[in-house]
């Protein structure tokens, strides 16, 4: 089965900046819905940032104006940029491609 692979997780301090990598492992991303999810200890999985449609962008409303999802069509990945991290963002993240799921990449927000 074809699956995403995300990488660019790592430990960040608060006020940081990240920024999550998705290969589509040869999916079409021109079309289709995805984006990226994450699931922190104890929580349900969560939409943090999705593209719907032609081009339409969606996002959680805990990281409004703080992460940006983009693509490179071309290239066949999906991007994630997070900047201003807070301690609350820390979980494992994870890249959805037209219902294919990555295994996820975790994200530690602590000083």
């Known amino acids: 089965q074809v699956q995403p692979v995300e990488s660019g997780g790592g430990l960040v301090q608060p006020g940081g900046s990240l920024r999550l990598s998705c290969s589509s492992s040869g999916l079409n991303i021109r079309h289709g819905n995805m984006g990226w999810y994450r699931r922190a200890p104890g929580k349900e999985r969560e939409l943090v940032a999705g593209i719907e449609g032609v081009n339409s962008k969606v996002y959680g409303d805990s990281v409004k104006g703080r992460f940006t999802i983009s693509r490179d069509s071309g290239n066949k990945m999906l991007y994630m940029q997070m900047n201003s991290l807070k301690p609350e963002d820390a979980a494992v993240y994870f890249c959805?491609?037209?219902?294919?799921w990555g295994q996820g990449t975790q994200v530690t927000v602590s000083s």
């Open positions: 959805m491609i037209r219902d294919h």
